[in-house]
């Protein structure tokens, strides 16, 4: 296939994320064999998944547990196509050569020697995440992994990522992996370390010795001159030597706020963090994709643009229109949201999709929850709701013009591909979504729900008032009984407005320019 025949595949075919098997278990492969071929008979054959490490110490790569993943999905399998993710943390040795560039929390280690002591040890952590159910007392971590704003970790993962293409480029599967996505940092979604944290967890910001370094260099030069520095931040006894970066007390904390505080960020220290991290997210990102068109030709994607996530800065999603722009990245994708998404809820996306679905291929990751999932909070009651939820995810994705993927986020627990109705429905679904994505459909929404990135890098991390006000208030909009677009405030110079009734913005405060002016 050519490069825009690969694309307008990922936009009409439904793409699948399996999970292989528990390892622990004699049988496993044999049962992901069936499953896998279950999702032949449903329709969809474009597979994802992240592979096994591979970069396993300082220009290392071991990509033996690669090729078994791969040989499993794609041997003997000539219709299936498949694309990588690629996780781009580095290995520990890496960490252990480069203790300045780490990932350091709040009271963590001020000195390399004291970062190198710690890495690998249990105040490492490794995951940058938990499961949301991890409370007060806190593991006692003191270090994540890379800082992203490591020129020399973003140099020594580009290498890497060369030796990852050129492996699969020159091997077996060439025709069958049609493109690639490269991940790292939470759950591999291109998230600052500790961002999903609970408001009162210390595991959070990135106080590396690098970091540091580059964010101050950073502010200069946005600024101007230290003088200028000083003023924009208050902070008239500032130096480079003791430049201190926002705590999470000072961003996560309701103490002694006032109401418009607890809304909006008045530290501009902290909006030049958000910023910063995007930045520097972003440049690693651009990096990653140029290296995969140079050396394989074949589109690039990875996760970006979490607006739902009140800590949409910190994790360094802000950079939206250079994503949009950079001839690098050719789609993106984010979970559907996690709020209001059960049966009788309109669901949601947790990026502004329809905003990047005007000039990049989205593709929305449907992990909802079957009745048969061992998640009691999230699942389905029943296999009726578990239709409901499902197709809803295939309307809304026709309504938006996106693309998607099943995720059976927890595999073999919840075996939608071992259920003979699920795969039906499965079927069922796969048939409709190819028959009517190739299709033109002319846009009748009435109402526009309008989100601003610099505007979410002016809020704040306190979730209860963020979700009050921007959650909730997406859902009563798309239970009023019309469709709802979702827009970013930059599309507001370039589509028709005047079919728009009734336009929400909620969190639009800071649109500057001729985006202001339009908003106004």
Same mark, same amino acid.
């Given at each position: ?179 690639? +996505? ?62 201190? +970066? ?250 028709? +407005? ?23």
């Amino acid at each position: 296939m050519t490069y825009d025949e690969i694309l307008q595949k990922m936009k009409t075919t439904p793409w699948n994320w399996y999970y292989v098997c528990d390892g622990n278990d004699p049988n496993s492969w044999e049962k992901y064999r069936v499953r896998r071929e279950e999702l032949d008979y449903i329709g969809s054959d474009i597979n994802t998944m992240g592979v096994p490490a591979w970069w396993v110490g300082v220009d290392t790569y071991d990509f033996s547990g690669v090729d078994k993943y791969i040989d499993a999905l794609l041997k003997d399998y000539p219709n299936r196509y498949f694309v990588p993710r690629i996780k781009m943390d580095p290995p520990l040795d890496w960490l252990k050569e480069n203790p300045e560039d780490v990932c350091v929390y709040y009271n963590g280690p001020t000195t390399a020697e004291e970062i190198k002591q710690m890495l690998g040890t249990s105040l490492h952590d490794r995951n940058g995440w938990d499961d949301g159910k991890t409370r007060n007392p806190y593991p006692d971590q003191r270090i994540a992994n890379q800082s992203f704003s490591s020129q020399k970790w973003v140099k020594d993962a580009c290498k890497a990522l060369e030796a990852f293409v050129e492996h699969i480029e020159n091997g077996p599967y060439k025709r069958q992996t049609i493109g690639y +996505m490269p991940a790292f940092g939470n759950c591999g979604e291109c998230m600052w370390w500790g961002d999903w944290r609970n408001q009162g967890d210390p595991r959070k910001g990135d106080f590396g010795l690098n970091h540091k370094k580059y964010f101050y260099e950073w502010a200069i030069e946005k600024y101007g001159s230290e003088d200028a520095l000083k003023k924009a931040w208050n902070m008239p006894s500032l130096t480079k030597e003791n430049i201190p +970066m926002p705590t999470p007390y000072e961003r996560w904390s309701e103490g002694g706020k006032n109401l418009r505080q607890v809304i909006l960020a008045d530290d501009q220290r902290q909006v030049d963090c958000n910023e910063f991290h995007s930045k520097v997210c972003f440049d690693a990102i651009e990096s990653f994709g140029k290296v995969i068109k140079e050396k394989s030709g074949k589109p690039a994607g990875c996760f970006y643009g979490y607006f739902q996530d009140e800590t949409v800065g910190y994790a360094g999603h802000l950079s939206i229109e250079r994503a949009l722009n950079t001839p690098y990245v050719d789609f993106y994708s984010s979970p559907k949201g996690y709020h209001y998404c059960l049966a009788g809820d309109p669901g949601s996306s947790q990026a502004p999709a329809q905003s990047f679905a005007r000039k990049k291929l989205w593709i929305e990751e449907n992990d909802c929850r079957s009745h048969l999932s061992p998640d009691v909070i999230r699942k389905s009651d029943n296999f009726d709701d578990t239709q409901t939820i499902f197709w809803r995810e295939i309307y809304r994705a026709l309504t938006f013009k996106q693309g998607f993927w099943w995720m059976d986020i927890d595999g073999i627990r919840d075996d939608w591909y071992g259920d003979k109705d699920m795969v039906e429905m499965f079927k069922a679904q796969a048939d409709f979504y190819k028959k009517h994505a190739g299709q033109s459909r002319k846009n009748i929404a009435q109402v526009l729900f309008v989100e601003d990135e610099e505007s979410c890098g002016h809020t704040t991390y306190l979730s209860g008032a963020q979700r009050s006000l921007r959650l909730k208030l997406e859902r009563e909009l798309r239970l009023c009984g019309a469709v709802v677009d979702h827009l970013r405030v930059a599309d507001m110079l370039e589509v028709d +407005m005047s079919k728009y009734k009734y336009r929400v913005l909620p969190r639009v405060r800071y649109a500057q320019g001729k985006m202001g002016e339009n908003t106004r």
